[in-house]
């Protein structure tokens, strides 16, 4: 719990967090503009933090000039790759606010998500990326929205979850601090996981910018390409959902694979027996292994099982430094 305060209304926040999403992606790129952001498996594109910067700063020239202002709802509706990171960002340097959309909706459902988060603009698969004269909004507080991801609906309708700059802020340092991670790290990280959803948005790619490492995105998931990925891209830093690791270590192909470079994994999603973590700390003999339990509402992790408590795999285990859990007895 180093370095959080309790403030008004009892919040606690990381202290020396940056001010904003803009600030943190700023302050990358001044850091280290060549070094590489993002990597799309299969023969995909790959940007340095530097042409990340310049080409999300012409997407939001070019939602700017479609009439898109500081506020306005920007839905994505595209699938993982770097052009959705590019509609992202440019959404952020544009000062609007990111509605990730489901890839896997229904158009009724669609059409929902984008008229109840009010979007201004809806980004397509099949068409373009915005493109203008390169745009910068002015500085957006720590409070102010960023992004409003949808929940998966299960008793009704979605309902959207304002996420602030904080809350993305804070847990990027929240993933840090149980990855074990430090700035400059140079980690790798291998999403195979939608983008849409907080694990892969939050707790994936803007750690890695939060840290000026490289965000390595599988456009679609597939057993063999997840394995050559790993071994490909010398991916140090594994995280997804417990089927992808069942396939994984299940898969014949992972025998000759090596998977040496990964030291920090986790894994969570859904339920996982003990059993399959045992045998994922076998698979994976040079990383810590950790269960991360979060929600859509709490921008992603609220809890965190590390390595030394394997033991105890049915435990969603200890609360992150500015969440507060409360358990009620039921019955």
């Known amino acids: ?35 590489e952001a993002l990597a799309e498996t299969g023969d995909g594109p790959r940007l340095t933090y530097g042409e990340l910067w310049d080409r999300a700063a012409r997407v939001a020239g070019g939602l700017r000039a479609a009439g898109v202002g500081g506020g306005d709802r920007v839905a994505i509706r595209l699938g993982n790759g770097v052009d959705w990171v590019l509609a ?25 998500v984008v008229t109840d988060s009010g979007a201004a603009y809806v980004v397509v698969p099949g068409q373009p990326l915005p493109d203008g004269e390169p745009y910068l909004t002015d500085d957006p507080g720590p409070d102010d929205p960023a992004a409003i991801f949808y929940t998966s609906g299960t008793t009704g309708f979605p309902k959207g979850a304002v996420t602030t700059h904080a809350n ?5 340092e929240t993933c840090r601090r149980i990855l074990r991670l430090e700035r400059a790290s140079e980690s790798r990280t291998l999403v195979s996981v939608p983008l849409f959803h907080v694990t892969g948005c939050n707790s994936q790619l ?12 599988m456009p679609q998931f597939e057993v063999g390409a997840f394995l050559k990925a790993i071994e490909d891209e010398r991916i140090d830093v594994l995280t997804t959902v417990p089927a992808i690791y069942w396939l994984a270590i299940n898969d014949p192909r992972f025998l000759e694979t090596d998977v040496s470079t990964v030291r920090a994994l986790s894994y969570g999603g ?61 019955g």
């Not at 719990?1 to 926040?13: A, E, Q, S």
């Open 1 to 35: 719990t180093t370095g959080v305060t309790r403030g008004p209304g009892g919040i606690k926040r990381y202290d020396g967090l940056p001010q904003s999403l803009l600030h943190m992606f700023r302050d990358t790129v001044g850091r280290d503009a060549g070094h």
């Open 88 to 112: 992202f960002f440019g959404t952020v340097l544009a000062g609007g606010i990111v509605v990730p959309v489901n890839t896997r909706l229904t158009e009724d459902e669609v059409s929902y």
């Open 168 to 172: 993305f802020l804070s847990n990027c």
């Open 206 to 217: 803007l750690v890695e910018v939060y840290l000026g490492g490289t965000t390595v995105i």
């Open 270 to 330: 859904a339920p996982i027996a003990p059993e399959l973590v045992a045998r994922i700390m076998k698979a994976f003999p040079e990383a810590r292994v950790g269960n991360g339990f979060g929600l859509t509402e709490t921008s992603s992790v609220t809890t965190y099982l590390p390595h030394e408590y394997a033991e105890h795999a049915d435990s969603v285990g200890f609360p992150a430094p500015v969440c507060d859990v409360r358990v009620d007895k039921l």
